[in-house]
């Protein structure tokens, strides 16, 4: 069943079982938990080859403290999940920000909301900033989680002497086995998926169903997804756009061993932000709301609380 409505002038197609179609005719897998009526509504933008699962304990535990009181809106962006696959011309953060815009304009066109995402999650978050800054007039918190600004073509995956290249192969190997491999070979034999989720991805300690997770997010991203949004990532500079957070609670985090999105790039968010809070875990490595999920959810509690 369709359903059609206007918002802002706009017609806009939204499939009951939870399907939006975007601008250029994709459609995106849309998830809502509490009432359409709540009187807040937090967005949570998940990362680069994961799913809406990458979101799941703050989903649990948002919905533990404060039930039906708030909506909570998880997706899976253009080319991740189960959402259409998208062109490698495509699969840039600008559109991703397009998208979650008209997301917000749809499913929350009125009062306050509470913004987070996970590494280009975070990253779309800012253009959003950039292309609509009338948004976050409406915004009364942020959390920019194992995220950057920019500069990512620097980062050496914690390896100086051969980081740089690696960075760049990593993504069109696995590109090139979501070509050549069927994804059910690849999960009777996730070799590579599990070295790099484990090698680079992940910190201390490591829990297997977070991984397994992890894993199978990668194995079922198309090799445009994997390539195309690892080239945006590297052109990726929008540390101007945190200015539009000026007075805005935001919270920044990151792990020690996050060698994706570095301690560095996180104090360069935290620095763009008067009064950001920023949090550097021992040990955690890019996947915090996976692996503290704890800590993540207790961020957003403490955004959401104060407007209930």
């Known amino acids: ?4 409505c206007v918002v802002s002038g706009r017609l806009w197609e939204f499939y009951e079982e939870g399907w939006m179609q975007t601008y250029d ?5 849309v998830s809502t938990y509490g009432p359409a009526d709540a009187p807040l509504t937090v967005f949570l933008a998940h990362c680069w080859t994961l799913n809406q699962h990458d979101w799941h304990y703050q989903v649990r535990d948002l919905q533990r403290e404060f039930g039906h009181r708030i909506r909570i809106v998880t997706w899976d962006p253009r080319g991740h999940g189960d959402s259409d696959p ?5 699969a840039t953060i600008e559109n991703l920000a397009r998208d979650w815009a008209d997301l917000v304009d749809m499913l929350a066109p009125t009062g306050p909301l509470v913004l987070a995402g996970h590494s280009i999650g975070g990253m779309t978050l800012m253009q959003l900033a ?3 800054p009338d948004l976050f007039d409406r915004v009364v918190g942020t959390a920019f989680v194992s995220t950057s600004s920019g500069e990512l073509d620097t980062v050496t995956l914690g390896l100086p002497e051969t980081g740089p290249l690696l960075r760049s192969q990593i993504p069109r190997m696995l590109a090139l086995r979501s070509r050549t491999l069927s994804r ?5 034999a996730p070799v590579v998926e599990r070295l790099v989720m484990r090698r680079f991805v992940f910190g201390r300690p490591l829990r297997l169903a977070d991984a397994a997770l992890a894993v199978d997010g990668l194995i079922n991203s ?9 080239e945006d990532c ?14 805005i609670p935001t919270h920044v985090l990151v792990g020690t061993r996050d060698v994706l999105t570095p301690p560095s790039h996180a104090r360069r968010i935290a620095q763009h932000v008067r009064g950001a809070v920023l949090t550097v875990v021992p040990d955690a490595g890019h996947m915090l709301p996976l692996e503290r999920d704890r800590l993540v959810s207790g961020v957003l509690i403490r955004l959401v609380r104060p407007h209930l």
């Not at 005719?25 to 897998?29: D, F, I, T, V």
């Not at 059910?184 to 009777?188: D, E, G, Q, S, V």
């Open 25 to 29: 005719g994709l459609h995106l897998s």
């Open 184 to 188: 059910r070979a690849r999960r009777r």
């Open 86 to 90: 998208v062109s490698r011309a495509d």
């Open 1 to 4: 069943m369709v359903r059609w």
């Open 130 to 132: 950039d292309t609509r």
């Open 222 to 230: 198309p090799g445009n997804t994997v390539v195309g949004f690892y």
């Open 234 to 247: 590297m052109r990726h500079d929008r540390a101007h756009a945190l200015r539009v957070l000026e007075g």
